[in-house]
């Protein structure tokens, strides 16, 4: 077939990419049929649209300004590669045959650094991707298994997921409450991904259990099972069947039944019980503390029915694995609570504690008691009309003592009364002027105060800075006042930070107050000189 000028000239006028041959073939071929040179270069220079060149002279003006080309020109690949990734195409054509994975290529991949960040972004978002994991494999037999552990998903291989789940769990060990309770969606995401991992970490922690009583994973366990409930994963408890059956309807429902509770309460108060990790768990204590403690929380039990549901309470947390025999100490804690609910029964529409502060300040000793007197105070504060017939501007109310009570007494219950007071503290109250309901939310800050002088420092800063932004200005500076008396150097740079977080929303206000002004910039004054010092901080 003859090709005619007019054929060249399409080939010259195409937009784009130019054909390899398109300078020696067509256009030799284009002037040995009679073509016009500047036809020809017109035409070229039309269609050119330089992409290359223009590239190199955007990357010279960037770099004149001290851009890093290489981090842009990286960047943008990576995110190219994260969109447009498709797992089953590389799973196909790479590891359907041995020809396309060159162990020359991978190793000078795996080398690099960026390519190395770029698979674990990728492998977050595929964790069953075969390519993926077999590079991620490749990566820690080259050296690089400090980098392989820290992954935040799991790996198909079992290498590579054992030295993620040993590095998320030694970094557990150390951890305090607060700590823990930030880091644990990131083990069970780690541990309930799949269905394989879930029961492998399983039958990892039930084995360490076992041999070295390693009770603390008891609460690690239940976190797990309870995650692979929700994602409708298999449970791995091996409690008896009845058992099994009455707990899963409670905890699905949320709810308490006559029939479930005679059913658990049937299989505990016997010699031989089952191990009592199955009911000591705190979704199901919390359960049935608000079902006998929190008046309108379900379905009203009958008498019989609320004393096996606190038998069980004080079961849960009295008797330990290795001495199932002892039960006094069970019912001294059973007859503890039984004195509560009947003392709280009476005062459950918000009239005065006349009468019933014995069995309170008798049940405050005990965790368990505390709880539900916590449980009971938040509902008096919020759904009783207590405040509106009882407080006093001038007075402390006794509800507040009782929660700093038991932050004081029970350390590892602050995070409960931090989370009660909060709600308090937003909650609308009726039938309260406005400059009353100031005074009220003023003692409601006090409470977090007294967290804070407590060392339950962070938490409370970090709402101040977040939710706390709603909170009237007059409350923010009423905070700002008091922590500035409390705090001593060194100052931690967390502490420094939030605070001035927390003074920043307030700038406006703190003009009109000059004085708090000036303890603020000498607070941050000595901050500075601190730094310039050298001196060690502390949280």
Same mark, same amino acid.
């Given at each position: 077939m003859t090709t005619t000028l007019e054929d060249y000239r399409?080939?010259?006028?195409?937009?784009?990419?130019?054909?390899?041959?398109?300078?020696?073939? #067509?256009?030799?071929?284009?002037?040995?049929? $009679? $073509?016009?040179?500047?036809?020809?270069?017109?035409?070229?220079?039309?269609?050119?649209?330089?992409?290359?060149?223009?590239?190199?002279?955007?990357a010279d003006n960037a770099r004149s300004i001290g851009m890093d080309i290489t981090h842009v020109m990286q960047q943008a690949l990576k995110n190219l590669l994260i969109n447009q990734f498709n797992p089953t195409v590389f799973d196909t054509f790479f590891m359907g045959s041995d020809n396309h994975m060159d162990p020359v290529w991978v190793a000078s991949l795996v080398q690099d650094d960026y390519f190395r960040q770029t698979v674990y972004k990728l492998l977050e978002i595929h964790p069953r991707c075969a390519f993926l994991n077999f590079i991620v494999l490749q990566i820690a037999e080259a050296g690089y298994s400090d980098e392989t552990a820290t992954l935040k998903t799991a790996s198909t291989s079992l290498l590579i997921y054992n030295q993620i789940l040993n590095a998320s769990l030694n970094q557990l060990i150390p951890k305090d409450d607060l700590a823990f309770e930030d880091y644990l969606p990131d083990l069970v995401r780690i541990c309930c991904e799949?269905? @394989?991992?879930?029961?492998?970490?399983?039958?990892?922690?039930?084995?360490?259990?076992?041999?070295y009583n390693g009770q603390p994973l008891v609460r690690l366990m239940a976190?797990?099972?309870?995650?692979?409930?929700?994602?409708?994963?298999?449970?791995?408890?091996? #409690?008896?069947r009845q058992l099994s059956a009455a707990l899963k309807a409670i905890l699905g429902t949320q709810q308490l039944t006559a029939g479930d509770i005679r059913t658990i309460f049937s299989i505990y108060n016997v010699a031989n019980a089952p191990s009592v990790h199955h009911i000591c768990r705190f979704d &199901?204590?919390?359960?049935?503390?608000?079902?006998?403690?929190?008046?309108?929380?379900?379905?009203?039990?009958?008498?019989?029915?609320?004393?096996?549901?606190? &038998?069980?309470?004080?079961?849960?947390?009295?008797?330990?694995?290795?001495?199932?025999?002892?039960?006094?100490?069970?019912?001294?804690?059973?007859?503890? /609570?039984?004195?509560?609910?009947?003392?709280?029964?009476?005062?459950?529409?918000?009239?005065? &504690?006349?009468?019933?502060?014995?069995?309170? /300040?008798?049940?405050?000793?005990?965790?368990?008691?505390?709880?539900?007197?916590?449980?009971?105070?938040?509902?008096?504060?919020?759904?009783?009309?207590?405040?509106?017939?009882?407080?006093?501007?001038?007075?402390?109310?006794?509800?507040?003592?009782?929660?700093? @009570?038991?932050?004081?007494?029970?350390?590892?219950?602050?995070? &409960?009364v931090f989370q009660v007071i909060k709600r308090? /503290?937003?909650?609308?109250?009726?039938?309260?002027?406005? @400059?009353?309901?100031?005074?009220?939310?003023?003692?409601?800050?006090?409470?977090? /105060?007294?967290?804070?002088?407590?060392?339950?420092?962070?938490?409370v800063l970090d709402y101040m800075k977040g939710e706390g932004q709603e909170l009237d200005d007059s409350l923010t500076v009423h905070f700002i006042e008091k922590i500035l008396d409390m705090c001593q150097p060194p100052y931690s740079p967390e502490l420094v930070q939030a605070i001035a977080e927390i003074v920043e929303r307030i700038q406006v206000t703190l003009h009109l107050l000059k004085d708090v002004k000036a303890r603020v910039t000498l607070f941050f004054e000595a901050k500075t000189e601190e730094a310039k010092s050298g001196q060690d901080t502390i949280i």
């Open positions: 399409k080939v010259f006028a195409k937009p784009g990419k130019k054909a390899p041959n398109v300078y020696s073939d #067509a256009l030799l071929g284009y002037l040995k049929n $009679g $073509g016009a040179p500047m036809d020809a270069v017109t035409a070229l220079s039309e269609s050119y649209i330089g992409l290359p060149s223009m590239n190199n002279v955007t799949r269905e @394989e991992t879930y029961m492998y970490a399983q039958i990892l922690l039930h084995k360490l259990h076992q041999d976190e797990l099972e309870k995650a692979a409930v929700q994602h409708g994963q298999i449970s791995l408890s091996n #409690a008896p &199901f204590l919390e359960i049935l503390l608000k079902a006998v403690y929190v008046p309108e929380s379900g379905p009203i039990l009958r008498p019989d029915t609320t004393d096996q549901v606190i &038998f069980l309470i004080a079961y849960a947390v009295t008797v330990k694995e290795t001495d199932t025999q002892q039960l006094q100490e069970t019912h001294e804690v059973a007859t503890v /609570l039984k004195n509560l609910n009947v003392a709280l029964r009476e005062k459950a529409k918000g009239i005065d &504690f006349s009468g019933a502060m014995e069995a309170i /300040l008798t049940a405050i000793r005990l965790p368990v008691g505390s709880m539900a007197v916590l449980m009971w105070t938040e509902y008096i504060s919020i759904h009783t009309s207590y405040y509106e017939n009882y407080y006093r501007t001038t007075e402390i109310p006794l509800p507040h003592l009782l929660l700093d @009570e038991i932050a004081d007494r029970h350390p590892l219950q602050q995070p &409960f308090c /503290l937003v909650h609308r109250y009726q039938n309260f002027a406005p @400059e009353i309901l100031m005074v009220l939310q003023k003692t409601w800050v006090n409470r977090l /105060l007294y967290l804070v002088q407590l060392h339950y420092t962070m938490p």
